[in-house]
Nanobody, 115 residues
Framework: QVQLVESGGGSVQPGGSLRLSCTAS????????MGWYRQAPGKQRESVAS???????DTANSVKGRFTISRDNAKNTLYLQMNNVKPEDTAIYYC?????????WGQGTQVTVSS
């Protein structure tokens, strides 16, 4: 069973930056397209960005130009660089394979954007 652990969240002011990380308990990253997802209060979980095993990326329009997804397959680690964050980015952020997450969700990491 793959276990996912997200980290790096916190409280940040609008316009600030955060870098999220996600690690997996087993060396599965290299075989899958990986993605970041988020769930805001009262809303459904949505896809934020995804990255193929070769580094091709896809980013949601709402974060395009501000968020960058990357991966280090050797370290089984996925990253999300968040720049110029906005209050509407407030959510719990999760990682999983994409586009159809096959593994149990981790605990996520909370990102709160407010002044």
């Amino acid at each position: 069973q793959v276990q996912l652990v997200e980290s790096g969240g916190g409280s940040v002011q609008p316009g600030g930056s955060l870098r999220l990380s996600c690690t997996a308990s087993r060396g599965v990253f290299g075989n899958y397209v990986m993605g970041w997802y988020r769930q805001a209060p009262g809303k459904q979980r949505e896809s934020v960005a995804s990255i193929t095993r070769y580094g091709s990326t896809d980013t949601a329009n709402s974060v395009k130009g501000r968020f960058t997804i990357s991966r280090d397959n050797a370290k089984n680690t996925l990253y999300l660089q968040m720049n110029n964050v906005k209050p509407e980015d407030t959510a719990i952020y999760y990682c999983n394979a994409a586009p159809r997450p096959p593994w149990p969700w981790g605990q996520g990491t909370q990102v709160t954007v407010s002044s």
